[in-house]
């Protein structure tokens, strides 16, 4: 198999585990995420392959498997990090900050939130900007 079609089978998977993921088929999300990331990963695309542990620590979360969430929202952020992708960093930044809200660590929640407003106003992702600066006035408020 070459290059290209490598890469349409990981995308496939991708869209496979997306499809999974809505409809609540988290074992099934996981396998095909899974694979597309190994797979991106081997052909070099780490921006796809961040996207795609991104993708697991969604379904992680959505499972309300905090922990798992975490671990892979972590090693998703220095490989967008390593790439310069602002917009992958700061999506990071919220996931982690929204689940240590869920496991009541507001003062973490709070820290990672404040490191994604300013990477969303540089990019210019108003609605994006205006949740995290949303979560953050919560927050403020709670710690009076």
Do not use: C, W
Not at 25 to 53: P, T, V
Not at 132 to 144: G, Y
């Amino acid at each position: 198999m070459d290059k290209n079609e490598r890469l349409e089978k990981a995308q496939r998977y991708t869209n496979e585990g997306l499809n999974h993921a809505r409809e609540n088929e988290y074992d099934m999300a996981l396998d095909n995420f899974r694979n597309a990331f190994l797979l991106f990963k081997e052909l070099g695309e780490i921006l796809h392959a961040a996207f795609q542990l991104g993708n697991i620590g969604s379904v992680y979360r959505n499972m309300g498997d905090y922990t798992r969430s975490l671990e892979e929202y972590k090693k998703a952020l220095p490989l967008f990090e390593q790439l310069g992708h602002k917009e992958g960093i700061a999506d990071q930044f919220t996931n982690i900050a929204y689940i240590h809200a869920m496991k009541g660590e507001k003062k973490e929640a709070l820290l990672y939130y404040k490191k994604a407003l300013p990477l969303y106003a540089e990019i210019g992702s108003d609605q994006k900007y205006e949740y995290t600066k949303q979560n953050i006035e919560v927050f403020e408020l709670e710690k009076q």
